[in-house]
């Protein structure tokens, strides 16, 4: 079968599109990768080219050994993905120790994947063993509104949790286990792969302050879904800062048990202590 003939790696295209689509790529802002399945790899084994030479991450992830990545390439822009594919995406396979990394397909014309595969590899990992294997893809994006949240929220998940939560309603439904965050930091290594992954061992979804965000999922719809909600939250809230007026309402602790309970969802009980309601009157300037 041709690569890009594979549904794994169409719905792969598509979402990096549909990204495009909602802003959230400026230039080459923002990478997508997806750990494939062994079936959906051994349907495209004719088409890899293996000889290649292993490249070090700089950090190991030993349950991925000789897993294969649909990955975005570095300095790639999303905008031009769809039109074409194999100079922009590419497949990569991990070593016998998930150290190093080989492209077996794509990123043509000498492209290399994106300088946050070892962010993308070691929040993999994690994800992988929180969610019993089911969770395979990792998205970031620079969405305006949650990069200007960084700049007024303080850079913990409980006041990002609490924030996004009281947004609007369905925020607890789709991440009842809350947001991590880690302060700003050099992008494109493995201290940040680290200091990411740390984080997203509790949570789906990362703030990158001043940056971004990242979310895992076991699907592309799920991940892609779970972002988009925390921008659609992010941009009310900053409409509503921006506002000037005073909060006079918005979902209490209460509240959000209630849905937990209705919908039978894991909240995460420890990050509404310290309960920072938005509905306070503004401090004046
Ligand atoms: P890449 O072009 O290397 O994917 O980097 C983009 C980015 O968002 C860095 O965080
Ligand atoms: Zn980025």
């Known amino acids: 079968m041709a690569v890009l003939d594979a549904q794994c790696v169409q719905d792969f295209i598509q979402c990096a599109h549909n990204g495009w689509l909602q802003g959230w790529h400026e230039r080459n802002g923002g990478n997508l990768s997806y750990r494939m399945k062994a079936e959906e790899a051994a349907e495209l084994q004719g088409a890899f080219d293996e000889s290649g030479e292993w490249t070090p991450l700089g950090v190991t992830a030993e349950n991925l050994a000789n897993e294969y990545f649909l990955v975005t390439g570095t300095n790639r822009y999303f905008q031009n993905i769809k039109q074409k594919p194999a100079e922009n995406i590419g497949i990569c396979k991990l070593n016998a120790d998930g150290s190093a990394y080989k492209v077996v397909w794509g990123l043509t014309v000498g492209h290399k994947p994106t300088s946050e595969f070892a962010t993308h590899v070691m929040n993999h990992s994690v ?47 789709i991440f009842p286990q809350g947001v991590g965050v880690i302060e700003w930091m050099v992008c494109g290594g493995p201290d940040i792969a680290r200091a990411s992954a740390q984080e997203m061992e509790k949570y789906a979804a990362l703030i990158w302050a001043q940056h971004g965000l990242f979310c895992a999922g076991d699907d592309f719809d799920s991940t892609f879904g779970m972002m988009h909600a925390i ?21 209490e602790p209460e509240g959000l048990r209630d849905i937990a309970k209705a919908f039978n969802l894991p909240l995460d009980e420890s990050l509404l202590e310290d309960w920072d309601s938005l509905a306070l009157p503004l401090l004046p300037f």
């Open 127 to 173: 994800r992988v063993k929180a969610t019993n294997g089911t969770s395979r893809v990792i998205s970031h994006a620079h969405p305006t509104d949650v990069i200007a949240l960084t700049f007024i929220l303080e850079n913990s998940a409980k006041a990002w949790s609490q924030a996004l939560w009281q947004a609007m309603t369905e925020c607890v439904v």
């Open 231 to 251: 921008v659609k939250a992010a941009e009310i809230l900053i409409k509503v800062f921006s506002s000037g007026k005073p909060v006079l309402q918005s979902i």
